[in-house]
């Protein structure tokens, strides 16, 4: 029990100042839970609205692709760098340090390689995901795809039941309630349009089911009609590896079209640098940095 020798009488009442109800900063989650938004904004940057993050997942498919044969040696060292991590949950327990403090977006399904039919997956526990503190899961979506379209959706509305309202399988759902978000990922199989209509249909299913931010690619044009029409945040994977000129236009004209954010991988751990490349990156997308000028500040890191 507390002291009450010394014990003064409350007074700061702030009786002139209302109580201040602030908007959340991201566009489509005012009304999630707390803990849903808490995680969020570990992702995206308040003061900035946007977000960096490092993508190291592709081996769940790809196997060790180049720059990720070891990940300890390439990814580690730019994790303080990035807003947020997405990986898997074996390269989280086996190589990533668990004193590292940034958010995790976790790759939750899984089921399919690059040597079959992709997306034919099955989502994780979602108890596994509170166990490694994961800030958000990661889903992927296959519309237009026949044969993966319609698994696809279900494991995103599964992903979203999880995360937001049923809790945890031995627990009252009534009671309690994860609050973890999940990130609605637009795959694009090679009998698919890479192009705005797609995207805007991928984005807004996506949304429609719950996701409470969505990744998909950047085209030239009609992109800012993607981004107005889905109703949360987007960002932007980064691709294949381009010239880091190019890539940081890219990551350039997303933001300036409306993007919310860049999730890159290979254009930053297969490039020459890595390092300079995630301060370059972050210039455009938190400091507003034009393409040449971000080159310039890569060029200055080597």
Wanted: aromatic share 6%; glycine share 10%.
């Amino acid at each position: 029990m507390a002291d009450m020798d010394g014990f003064k009488e409350a007074s700061a009442y702030g009786f002139d100042q209302p109580q201040r109800n602030e908007a959340f900063f991201l566009k489509g989650n005012e009304n999630r839970g707390w803990g849903v938004k808490n995680r969020l904004a570990r992702i995206f940057n308040p003061k900035s609205g946007h977000t960096v993050m490092l993508a190291c997942d592709h081996g769940f498919i790809m196997g060790p692709t180049s720059g990720l044969e070891r990940v300890d040696l390439t990814i580690n060292p730019l994790i303080e760098y990035a807003d947020c991590l997405m990986c898997t949950r074996g390269i989280l327990r086996s190589v990533i340090p668990p004193t590292m403090s940034k958010p995790v977006c976790l790759r939750s399904d899984g089921g399919t390689t690059i040597l079959t039919d992709l997306n034919l997956n099955r989502v994780y526990d979602v108890e596994d995901v509170v166990r490694v503190n994961a800030s958000a899961m990661a889903v992927m979506v296959a519309c237009g795809d026949r044969a993966s379209e319609q698994i696809t959706t279900q494991n995103l509305v599964h992903t979203v039941d999880m995360g937001e309202k049923l809790g945890a399988p031995r627990c009252n759902p009534e009671l309690f309630s994860l609050g973890i978000p999940v990130l609605g990922v637009t795959a694009v199989g090679k009998d698919m349009a890479r192009d705005a209509r797609y995207f805007g249909l991928a984005t807004r299913v996506c949304a429609e089911n719950g996701a409470a931010f969505v990744k998909t690619y950047y085209v030239d044009e009609g992109f800012e009609k993607v981004v107005a029409q889905c109703p949360v945040p987007i960002v932007i994977a980064g691709g294949k590896k381009l010239p880091e000129d190019k890539a940081l236009e890219l990551a350039y004209k997303a933001i300036q079209a409306g993007a919310a954010g860049v999730d890159m991988g290979r254009n930053v751990f297969q490039s020459a640098k890595p390092l300079a490349m995630m301060k370059a990156i972050a210039g455009v997308v938190h400091q507003g940095l034009t393409p040449q000028d971000a080159f310039q500040l890569y060029n200055d890191e080597k």
